[in-house]
């Protein structure tokens, strides 16, 4: 793909040399990423070939910090490679993101939280196993929170519970639509530490290896749309799991989801690549240039051409917004930008689902035929605003709450 009209940033975007290799990398794998992606998704399994491609092309440790070994990414370069995946098959990208947020987290997300000296360094040492078997071993890590209550929502504490034991956890609990399920070497559990009286702020993020006693998948994934996630249904029974663990020290995921918002914009990437991909299919299809169609152009029409601005409108204020977001993105961003970034996740969301329809509607009957992938982007991208913790409606709450209170204000 050289076209900068459907590359993540377009043409005259100030990114760094990094940022444009690791984009380039990710641009190489895609075409392969796309021809597979109707696969999984008939089939409703698990992108494994991608993931190989990923670990060979150094991807799994897109965000272990260079000084471990990996490739350092900071959550903008992140995005806009994930934005990339996403372009080619929306399940891999997103997956991708549970993965790579587990090393985004604790690694250059983490060294911007306040710690004790303590805390620094067993948080330095617990941190080199995990990084370690991303990087030496090729690990993948999946990121169960989900637990069908108000947890995800960041409105309760999780149920999962994390008891203390001579030297380490036991874990009891259950997470649903955990990506990545039976194929994850490591599921990172958010759980509340199991102690009288606890609260949201004694969250803990621990790394349960998949061949742990006591930890069993169940459940079918016959979803809609983002087939190959495999977000399946993982439970816990007396799952013990030693010190080292522990992704993030006591206390550490209750700050960084206060002071570093964006942590939870990851998500959108993907769907910013699904809206992306649309709009190029529609162009390609209207000029009569898709591959094993008939050259048949119906470009001439003015509604086509008519739907198709409509189209670009919608793409190039959602790129607009993705793109100021990632700028944003930063520990202890000032209140414009937090609401911008809930902005941002809306509007990608939502219109990553309407330029697909968009595009069905101009394209007609033949291109929603699932020999062709624009019906699978559009299931796919219906997912999207579901997506906790800052779902389409999540959103908008936030927007309306924050933008009309300051911190502690109430009414009488
Ligand atoms: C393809 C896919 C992959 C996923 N992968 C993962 C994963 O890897 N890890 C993971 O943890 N989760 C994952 N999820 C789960 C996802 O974030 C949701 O938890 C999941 O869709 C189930 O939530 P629900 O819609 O049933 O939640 P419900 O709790 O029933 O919420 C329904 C809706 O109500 C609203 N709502 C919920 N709570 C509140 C509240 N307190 N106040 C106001 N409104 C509220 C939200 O808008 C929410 O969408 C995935 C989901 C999908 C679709």
């Keep these: 793909m050289n076209d900068p009209r459907y590359s993540v940033t377009g043409s005259g975007f100030d990114s760094t040399r ?15 990423f796309a021809a597979r992606a109707g696969k999984y998704d008939r089939e409703a399994s698990f992108p494994f070939e991608n993931y190989a491609d990923l670990r060979s092309a150094s991807l799994l440790g897109l965000c272990v910090p260079e000084k471990f070994g990996g490739l350092g990414a900071d959550l903008r370069t992140y995005a806009l490679v994930s934005a990339t995946l996403g372009k080619y098959c929306g399940a891999t990208a997103l997956t991708f993101n549970m993965h790579a947020c587990s090393t985004l987290w604790p ?15 067993e948080h330095e040492r617990y941190r080199a196993v995990h990084f370690k078997r991303v990087v030496q071993d090729g690990s993948i890590y999946a990121q169960p929170f989900s637990e069908g209550s108000a947890a995800a929502a960041g409105k309760a504490p999780f149920g999962t519970l994390a008891a203390k034991v001579d030297g380490g956890w036991r874990i009891n609990g259950k997470k649903i639509f955990a990506s990545l399920a039976g194929a994850a070497h490591y599921y ?20 349960v290896p998949a061949d742990a006693p006591g930890f069993t998948i169940t459940g079918e994934w016959d979803p809609l749309g983002m087939r190959g996630t495999l977000s399946r249904t993982l439970l816990f029974k007396d799952v013990f799991v030693p010190d080292d663990a522990q992704m993030m020290p006591r206390g550490l995921y209750f700050q960084a989801a206060g002071r570093w918002p964006h942590m939870f914009t ?30 048949v152009k119906r470009r001439m029409y003015p509604t086509k051409q008519i739907a198709v601005a409509e189209m670009w409108v919608k793409l190039e204020q959602t790129r607009a917004l993705f793109l100021r ?40 009957g033949q291109s929603m035929l699932k020999s062709l992938p624009l019906e699978r982007l559009y299931r796919d991208s219906r997912c999207g605003a579901l ?9 908008l709450d936030r927007i309306g709450r924050e933008a009309l209170y300051e911190p502690g204000e109430a009414d009488d």
């Design 387 to 395: 997506m906790l913790p800052w779902t389409a409606e999540l959103c």
């Design 107 to 121: 690694g250059i997300l983490a060294d911007d939280l306040d710690m004790t000296a303590a805390q620094k360094q």
């Design 18 to 32: 990094k940022q444009k290799d690791l984009i380039a990398l990710a641009e190489s794998l895609g075409p392969v």
């Design 325 to 364: 977001m990632l700028e944003d993105a930063r520990v202890d961003p000032p209140k414009d930008a937090r609401l911008r970034a809930y902005a941002a996740q809306y509007t990608i969301m939502e219109n990553a689902n309407a330029l697909c329809a968009l595009a069905i509607r101009t394209c007609g």
């Design 266 to 295: 990851t998500l959108s990437p993907t769907y910013m690549g699904i809206a992306i991909a649309a709009c190029e299919f529609t162009v390609q299809y209207l000029r009569g240039e898709l591959p094993d169609m008939p050259p």
């Design 188 to 207: 990172g559990v958010l759980c509340t530490e199991d102690k009288p009286g606890s609260s949201m702020r004694d969250t803990l993020y621990i790394a």
